[in-house]
Each structure stands twice: as structure tokens, then as C-alpha cells.
T-cell receptor, first 119, second 111 residues
């Protein structure tokens, strides 16, 4: 499967614990986005990377959240001291290099998501 | 920031009929408008998108129209089939930037 992959697919944790999710984008995609989706809502932007550089973070991303993309390939999203309100689906998406000028470079391809449940 | 509103929130249609979902956006700088389909428990999948230099785009039974002046765009599904049942999300953004999504429309196609 050459699509975006995420691991784990499901995570159940107790309040106060730390969790880390991984996203592997489509090979050669240099943009990587993290979104959060709660039940009955559309995905909400959290943060995005151009290669290894984190270019923007949403105000939704409190100081308990941190994301990295150290080598410009896979990315991790860590949540420290989880709260029940963090329960959601965390989606990762990637898109091609816009500088190539090819059509469709703005298309974001989504991974299957990591469903987090905080008890 | 961008604010996208989507209507209706639920839509039930008879198989073979058409379905229309409408979205409005607030940021006049937005120039990219994708539509995603999400089946229960699965990832959002792009079904069609439109850029601001065109007013309409069609792909088989799916079409999207864009009115930049009024800041609204719509998804049209013709000859609906049971496999069209899903949640549909519209989104808006500037090219190569974060997507702002609508709240979604749950489409049910009755056999």
C-alpha cells in the first residue's frame, strides 16, 4: 500500500498518560498535515510541515501537544498529560511538492487515522 | 481565518434521484475547493475538487460548481446509488495550505 499510513489505528489510554502517534506520508510528498476530527464534525487543522520545518500550528494545539518531522519523512504527534477532551480521531494527510508545478499538487491524501480514547 | 458552512447536515434521497450539497466560505483569498467522501470508520477520500479559475467541473455522476463572487460552491451527485451513502465534506483553502472543512453532510440513498 503506497498511501498514507498511521500507527496505531486505535489507542485507549487513561487520563494523564502520554501518547504518541506516527504518520508515514506518501513517498516524496513534502507537505504533511495533522488534523483532528471529533464525532459529527469535519476535520480541524492542527499543524503542518514543509519537509522537516513546522510552518504553522493551530490555536487548538495547546502546549501539551507537540509534533515533529525530524528527517522530512514520517511525523509524530505527541500528547502529554492526556485529557478526556483529547478523545478524537487524529488524521494525517500529505501532499506533493507544489514547486513541481504539476496539476494536483494541492491535493491532500489522508491516512486512516488514529482513534484516541481517553478514559 | 477561513470559515466554511455546509448545508444540509443530512440528506435522504431515493435511488436514482439527484443530491445537492451547498457550502459557503468567508476568505476571499481561498482558491482551492475540494470535496471529500468519508464512509464510516474510513479515511476521507477526495472525490472532486475545483480551483478558482474555473466555474464548473464534472466527473461522471459528480459535478461541482463555484461562484467566487458569492463565495459559495456546490456538489451535485446525479443518478444516486446506494454506494453513494456516506458523509461528504466540503473544504476551502489557499493552494498548498491547510484545509478548512465544513461540518459534513450525511447522505443516505434509499433503495
Amino acid at each position: 500500500d503506497t498511501g498514507v499510513s498511521q500507527d496505531p489505528r486505535h489507542k485507549i489510554t487513561k487520563r494523564g498518560q502520554n501518547v504518541t502517534f506516527r504518520c508515514d506520508p506518501i513517498s516524496e510528498h513534502n507537505r504533511l498535515y495533522w488534523y483532528r476530527q471529533t464525532l459529527g464534525q469535519g476535520p480541524e487543522f492542527l499543524t503542518y510541515f514543509q519537509n522537516e520545518a513546522q510552518l504553522e500550528k493551530s490555536r487548538l494545539l495547546s502546549d501539551r501537544f507537540s509534533a515533529e518531522r525530524p528527517k522530512g519523512s514520517f511525523s509524530t504527534l505527541e500528547i502529554q498529560r492526556t485529557e478526556q477532551g483529547d478523545s478524537a480521531m487524529y488524521l494525517c494527510a500529505s501532499s506533493p511538492d507544489y514547486r513541481s508545478g504539476r496539476d494536483g499538487t494541492d491535493t491532500q491524501y489522508f491516512g486512516p487515522g488514529t482513534r484516541l480514547t481517553v478514559l | 481565518g477561513e470559515n466554511v458552512e455546509q448545508h444540509p447536515s443530512t440528506l435522504s434521497v431515493q435511488e436514482g434521484d439527484s443530491a445537492v450539497i451547498k457550502c459557503t466560505y468567508s476568505d476571499s483569498a481561498s482558491n482551492y475547493f475540494p470535496w471529500y467522501k468519508q464512509e464510516l470508520g474510513k479515511r476521507p477520500q477526495l472525490i472532486i475538487d475545483i480551483r478558482s479559475n474555473v466555474g464548473e467541473k464534472k466527473d461522471q455522476r459528480i459535478a461541482v460548481t463555484l461562484n467566487k463572487t458569492a463565495k459559495h460552491f456546490s456538489l451535485h451527485i446525479t443518478e444516486t446509488q446506494p454506494e453513494d451513502s456516506a458523509v461528504y465534506f466540503c473544504a476551502a483553502s489557499r493552494v498548498d495550505y491547510k484545509l478548512s472543512f465544513g461540518a459534513g453532510t450525511t447522505v443516505t440513498v434509499r433503495a
